[in-house]
């Protein structure tokens, strides 16, 4: 429900323009211009509901105290404070609304505050009082909403096309950083069958006589685009996102896998006196034998100052009792120090692979695309959406690999309305969530 004079929702339509930080289906969050502190942020429900907001459902009341608890995890990450103060009082405007102060300079661990202190009071009269502060200039605004927009993908229309770049290769130069791509791709292909299985129908047809054979075939994939944005391993000199992780905030990089090359130049074999052995390593071993180290010591120190960061298999190096082993061993070695230690147990991890979305058949949402060539495509208008599948007699597999849409040419072929050129239909479906 929309209360056509709240200012509220006119924002949350789109009415007035506004410094939107958050949102899903239900609430959204935006910087309020008028803020106490940098960054004061106010929560509103889609849906209008008095400022009273202790006359809510009970299920709308709790996801927005949960929607507000959210948000005030992403204040303290996106602005670096270690508290966010919540009022909500409802008495300026009548839309139930939640205000997140965020309390910069403030420690983790509570302290108890005296109200009456001047300086607390007049750097927080927001967690204090519900006064206004002063209007937010427009730069400060859209400054502290970059800080939270800066993760997410955004529009093609704000990509930025180089210069001297001709059609050709600002489509190009589009099509390189979409969601959506197109790639050759392995598939499980069934000459038999004259289709391509999923994963786990492979076993039972190969049971029943078929032939399977991996082939590649061209497929609609969504990127990846983001994951694993914090310290994860710890070792910032063999790993470009932790490199940057530690320079942006000045975090020690210490170099701990060296390059084959390097291994005379870091170790050597002793006997001890017991004869057993003893592995020395570090810069200036080389020097023993009367070897030069010069590359091996500015590799280090590239390393140790973000220049250089090794990410291939090596031996280790400042690392205890692993120095001197190769990659592999001293995997195997410390994995098998831990469980011996009741540390930890071993796991398999995998890798994430951009999602591959088409599927090979007629169920399915039809991918809104034409092609005029293999270099060249472009997606439908507005206007001549929604795209619907065609009636078939047939659902059999093309033969080919391909759906049995490709099977229909008079649905295949056409013009495209807007150029006039000869163009064909993308003939892969969509996954069935997609229709939910």
Known sequence: MKNPDCIFCKIVSGEIPSYKIYEDDDFI???????NTKGMTLVIPK???DSYAFEMPDEKYSNFFLTAKRLGKIIDEKLNVARTALVMEGMGVNHAHIKLYPLHGLEKEFKAINSGEPKFY????GSLSTAMGPKASDEDLKAVQKLFLKDKAKPLSELKIPQGLDEQGKREFLDAHRLAYLSDGPVNWSPELGTVLANDEVAEQIEKGNTVVRRNMRQWKLRIINYGTGAIMSVPGHDEREMEFAKKFNLDIVPVVIPSEFKNAAFKKIKS??????????????MIEGKSDNEFHKFLEDTKKGDVCFAGEGYAFNSGFLSGLTTEEAKKKIINWIEENKL??????YKLRDWLFSRQRYWGEPFPIIHFNENESKALREDELPLLL?????????????SPLANIKEWVNIT???TGRAAKRETNTMQKLVQS
Do not use: A, C, W
């Open 344 to 349: 930890g147990k071993r796991s398999v991890n």
């Open 29 to 35: 969050g935006i910087l309020d211009v008028f803020p």
């Open 273 to 286: 006196e017991d004869g057993s052995e003893i592995i020395m390593s570090g810069p200036g071993i080389g």
């Open 122 to 125: 007049e750097n927080y009269q």
């Open 47 to 49: 849906e209008h509901f």
């Open 416 to 418: 495209d309305k807007e």
């Open 390 to 402: 065609p009636d078939v007699e047939s659902y059999k597999p093309s033969g080919t690999g391909e």
